[in-house]
C-alpha cells in the first residue's frame, strides 16, 4: 500500500512539473517579446548609424530592447570567414527576425535560411545583389531598405565645387557590389559632363591611404560611394585631403563627419529607422518580407564640413545644394 502512495504522489509531481514547464512556454509565446539576430558587415559611421536608427525604429513601434526584444548583435569586422560563421550561429538560434547591415551580411544570412524573415539595410540595390526577385515585389524572406544615393546630384555637386575640373578622380572597393553599382553610375555622369575620369580600387583599409595619394596627385577632385571599406578610413582620406588640397565628395553624411568636404546624400540613422519600422510591421504579423517593397530613403541632404573647406581654402557658405 505505501508503495503504491508513493507511485501515485510521484506521478502527480511529474504532472504539476509537466503543467508549469507548459505554461511557461505558453507565456513565453503569448507575452509578445521577441528576438532579433543582427548581423554588421564592419563597423564605422554610417552602419553604426543604421543600426542605432533601427533600434529606435522598433522602438517607436512597441518593440524596446530589454523590455520585450532580445537582440543578438554580430559585427564580421568585414571578414568573410566571421559572415559565415555568425550567420551560422545567428540562425541556429531561430530569432523572430534577423537584420543584415550591408551587402555582403545580408547574402551571408540568406545563404543560410530562406524561411527566417530578413531585413537589411544600407544595401544600394537588392535585386541586383539577387537578394529579393525584384525590389517591389520582393518575393522571398528578404525586404529592407536601400541606400541608393542620387549619384548624378552628388556629381553635380563636385562639379559645382571644382568647376574648373579636368580630371575627377572615383575610388572605392571593386569587391563590393554596391560600390560598383555607384561607381560605374558616377563615371558615366562625369564623362557626360566632358570630364576626364581616373578610377582607382582598394581590397582593403590597409590600401586605403596610398590609393587616396596616388589619386590626388592626378585629380582635381575625388568622388567616394557608400563604400564600406573607405567609409571605414575616411579619417584617413580626410587627412591626405587637407595635405594634397582635394576636394573629395562622398555618399553618405557620416563620411563627411569622419573626413570629407561635402555630400547631398542620406542620414543612414533615418534609412535605419525607416527599416526598424518595417520590421516591427513584420514582427506585429502585419506583413510578409516577400509581399513588403523596398523602401528608399525619405530625405536626402547637404552636409558640408566646415573644417575642411576652410583646410582646403574654400568658403562652406559658397557650396549649395544642387538643383
Do not use: R, W
Not at 521577441?34 to 529606435?56: N, R
Not at 584617413?236 to 573626413?259: C, L, M, Y
Amino acid at each position: 500500500m505505501k508503495k503504491k502512495v508513493l507511485a501515485g504522489l510521484g506521478i502527480i509531481s511529474l504532472l504539476v512539473l509537466g503543467a508549469c514547464g507548459s505554461g511557461k512556454e505558453q507565456a513565453a509565446e503569448t507575452d509578445g517579446s521577441k528576438t532579433i539576430g543582427v548581423l554588421q558587415l564592419v563597423k564605422h559611421g554610417s552602419l553604426d548609424a543604421s543600426y542605432e536608427g533601427f533600434k529606435e525604429g522598433l522602438a517607436e513601434n512597441g518593440y524596446k530592447e530589454g523590455d520585450n526584444l532580445t537582440i543578438n548583435y554580430q559585427n564580421a569586422q568585414n571578414n568573410q570567414d566571421n559572415l559565415k560563421s555568425m550567420s551560422e550561429k545567428l540562425v541556429k538560434e531561430k530569432p523572430n527576425l534577423l537584420l543584415a547591415i550591408a551587402t555582403p551580411a545580408a547574402q551571408s544570412l540568406l545563404n543560410e535560411t530562406t524561411e527566417i524573415p530578413i531585413a537589411v539595410t544600407a544595401v544600394t540595390d537588392l535585386a541586383d545583389a539577387k537578394l529579393v526577385k525584384s525590389n517591389e515585389e520582393p518575393g522571398g524572406n528578404v525586404t529592407g531598405t536601400t541606400d541608393m544615393v542620387p549619384i548624378d546630384k552628388q556629381i553635380q555637386l563636385l562639379l559645382s565645387i571644382v568647376p574648373e575640373a579636368k580630371t575627377i578622380g572615383i575610388m572605392y572597393n571593386n569587391g563590393e557590389t554596391n560600390s560598383k553599382i555607384q561607381a560605374d553610375l558616377a563615371e558615366k555622369a562625369l564623362k557626360k559632363a566632358g570630364v576626364a575620369v581616373k578610377v582607382l580600387t582598394a581590397n582593403s583599409t590597409n590600401d586605403v591611404q596610398q590609393v587616396t595619394i596616388s589619386l590626388a596627385k592626378d585629380v582635381d577632385g575625388i568622388y567616394v560611394p557608400t563604400d564600406n571599406t573607405f567609409a571605414s578610413a575616411a579619417p584617413v582620406i580626410g587627412e591626405v585631403a587637407k595635405e594634397t588640397k582635394t576636394p573629395v565628395v562622398a555618399g553618405s553624411v557620416e563620411q563627411i563627419d569622419d573626413g570629407g568636404l561635402a555630400t547631398f546624400g542620406i542620414d543612414y540613422h533615418l534609412l535605419g529607422k525607416q527599416t526598424g519600422a518595417m520590421a516591427a510591421k513584420i514582427l506585429d504579423g502585419k506583413a510578409e518580407p516577400a509581399s513588403l517593397p523596398v523602401e528608399s530613403a525619405n530625405e536626402y541632404k547637404l552636409i558640408v564640413n566646415k573644417e575642411m573647406a576652410e583646410a582646403l581654402g574654400i568658403d562652406p557658405d559658397s557650396i549649395k545644394a544642387p538643383e
